[in-house]
Structure formats: C-alpha cells, structure tokens
C-alpha cells in the first residue's frame, strides 16, 4: 500500500477550505488498513480518518497521515415480517444510502435525507435531524481497534450515543477506525413527523397521512430551503451546537427574551436554539471578507470560496464573545478542527 504525498484536499472538505496533507491513502481492504497503520505508527505520525469531510475544519497544512475509508456496499443480514438488519460500508455516501433504503422498503431513517457526509462519519457524532437520530436505528457496527489491533463489533449500548455525541468522540477518541454499520430498520412504514418543521410543511401541502416518499421529499425540500448545498456555498451544516442550559437559566432568558426558541431537554434542563441566539445577536447574513454567517440560518456558517480555515474561527470567536456578552450563554461549536 502506498502512500500519496502532499494530496490537496480541499475538495474532500465540504468547507472548501485549501488543506494539503503530507500522506494520504485510501483503504476497503483490512490488510491495506493494517499496513498503513503498520506505517503510521513506526513514523509516529498524527492521522486524520476523513470521512465525506462534512463536519471538519481543516487548517492549511495537515501533518502525518490522511486515511479515507472507502468500504462500499449495503446488505441485508437478516430480515423478518417487521424488521430488517442491514449493512453498510463507512464509505457510502450517507444520502445515496438513505435513498437505497427508501427503494428497497426500509424505513426508519427518512428523516435523515440529505446530510452531507458518509455511513462511517455518522455514529462519530451521532447525527440527527427532524426528531430523529441514527441511535433510534442503530444496530450495531464493525470498527478497527487500534489499541488491540484487531476487528471488533460493537453495539449500541457501548457506542455511548447522546446529542451529537458518541464514544468514538469522547472516551475511545482515535482508537476505532469504523468500517461497516449496521442498522435495524422496519419494513413497515410509522411517520415521525412531530418535528414542527416537518408536520407544517405537509399541513401546507394538504397531506394528513404521508407516505415514507413524502416524508423524504418534505425533508430534502426543508433543508434545501434553509441549508446550503456544500457544492454551492462551503459549509458544514450547524457550526454550533444547541446550548443546554437548567431551568433556572432558561427562566431568566425567558423573562428578558419572551420570544427565545427553546425546547425542554433531559430532567430539568432546556435545550436553546443556537440558531435564534446568533440571529437575534445580529449576526445573520453578515459577511467578512470570504467568510459569513448564512442569511437564512444564522447557526450555518460558510466560505464563500477564498476564506480559510483561520478565517472561520476568528468569526466564531467573535460570535462566541457576542452571545456571550448578551445572554450569557457559551456556544460550543459541533465540527471538528483540524489539527486543533
Ligand atoms: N432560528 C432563528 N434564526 C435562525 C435560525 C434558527 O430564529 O437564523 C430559530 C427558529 O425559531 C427555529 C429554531 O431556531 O425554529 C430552530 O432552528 P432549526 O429548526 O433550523 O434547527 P436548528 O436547531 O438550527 C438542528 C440541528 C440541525 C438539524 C435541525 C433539524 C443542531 C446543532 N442542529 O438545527 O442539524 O438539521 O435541527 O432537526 O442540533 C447539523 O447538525 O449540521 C444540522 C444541520
């Protein structure tokens, strides 16, 4: 397996951003896995794992290794009159699979078109949208150990999902090297369309009764609507997460924002939208030089295709201290930064 030397990829991060990694490879075989981290290690080098690079801010020059996974295909391993376990290699595309699944009868995952990024990325931060999140259907997955160094299966349970938030973010950060997931998916169809978003596009379109078809397409239309299409305008969705703050906080917001969006979260706390925070900070649509603030969802930020990675975080930073200054709130933001 040989390595490529001083690979751009600003392509293969959905920001745009300009990054040149020193070694890059891509890898769907294990023993192709083996020998790079065979390399990596006796060069003592950092390594990145890229999945669709949907989530990452990338600094301008990238040191050690760069490692994309690139397993492909989607089975079904079992399946019965109600459920189906099916797996997927890390390296599909998320979008393209959830539309497979849609063609094939297989639902519970509707609600997650159009994500940018890939199969392997999406139990790294546990990704949900439209009151859904891949945790609801998560089955199980296939993960190189490094520490070990050997293949391990693991289940839900030990994959530690919480909001935007896994195991492989937190405790075993770096150590797996996910390669197939697998999820348990219904073949009969239940709409989960409580997410306001959802039930009043439908409401507007006169459809009582949805089918899963309908729920996809509404999904697609709403985020086309307030997301920008990474190939269109550089971005990674949501640059920061929601705040969860206690009762006693959301109390006080309440009393002096009346009209602050926020949503009640685990025992006694409150999940806030960051998105209003920002807006109502007066951040939406706010330009700076290459880098912005989107206009239609002030919690997106984008590059409008010179800026840089130092760029970006110089704006959150700024954005970060305004919030701050005005609701006493601390914005945490959800992509990673790399190297950090
Ligand atoms: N809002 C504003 N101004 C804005 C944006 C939002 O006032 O500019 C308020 C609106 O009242 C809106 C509320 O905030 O109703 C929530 O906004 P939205 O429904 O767009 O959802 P969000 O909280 O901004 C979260 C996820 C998204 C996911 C949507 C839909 C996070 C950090 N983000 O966004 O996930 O698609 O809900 O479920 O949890 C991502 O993680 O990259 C992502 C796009």
Redesign the pocket.
């Known amino acids: 397996m040989q390595w490529q030397k001083d690979i751009d990829l600003t392509h293969k991060n959905s920001f745009g951003f300009p990054a040149i990694a020193d070694h890059f490879a891509e890898v769907d075989q294990i023993e192709d896995l083996e020998s790079v981290l065979d390399s990596v290690e006796k060069n003592g080098w950092p390594l990145l794992i890229l999945g669709g690079g949907s989530n990452l801010v990338l600094r301008e020059k990238i040191p050690g290794a760069v490692l994309s996974v690139a397993t492909q295909g989607l089975n079904i391993l079992a399946d019965n009159e109600h459920t189906a376990i099916i797996e997927v290699g890390a390296g599909e595309n998320w979008h393209g699979f959830i539309t497979q699944l849609l063609q094939k009868g297989l639902h519970g995952l509707e609600n997650l078109a159009l994500i940018p990024g890939s199969v392997g990325a999406a139990p790294v931060q546990n990704i949900g949208?439209?009151g859904v999140e891949i945790a609801d259907c998560f089955h199980s997955l296939t993960a190189y150990d490094r520490i070990n160094k050997e293949l391990v299966q693991l289940g839900k349970d030990e994959c530690q999902f919480g909001y935007?938030d896994s195991l492989f973010k937190s405790d075993a950060k770096g150590r797996y090297i996910i390669w197939t997931v697998r999820f348990s998916l219904s073949t009969v169809f239940t709409p989960k369309i409580g997410?306001k978003?959802i039930s009043d596009h439908l409401d507007a379109l006169g459809i009582v009764e949805p089918s899963a078809y309908q729920v996809y397409q509404a999904v697609c239309d709403i985020r086309m609507g307030?997301?920008p299409l990474p190939t269109e305008l550089g971005n990674a969705?949501?640059f920061f997460?929601?705040p969860i703050v206690t009762e006693s906080t959301y109390q006080r917001l309440k009393a002096q924002f009346p009209d602050i969006?926020a949503y009640p979260d685990k025992a006694g706390h409150f999940k806030l939208?960051?998105?209003?925070l920002i807006?109502r900070a007066g951040w939406?649509g706010c330009r700076v030089g290459e880098v912005g603030v989107y206009d239609k969802?002030?919690?997106v930020l984008v590059n409008y295709g010179q800026g840089l990675a130092t760029d970006l975080l110089k704006l959150a930073e700024d954005i970060s201290l305004s919030v701050k200054n005005q609701f006493d709130v601390k914005l945490k933001i959800?992509p990673r930064i790399y190297p950090e």
């Open positions: 949208a439209y935007r997410y978003g307030k997301l969705g949501s997460e929601n969006v939208a960051a998105g209003w807006d939406k969802q002030a919690l959800e």
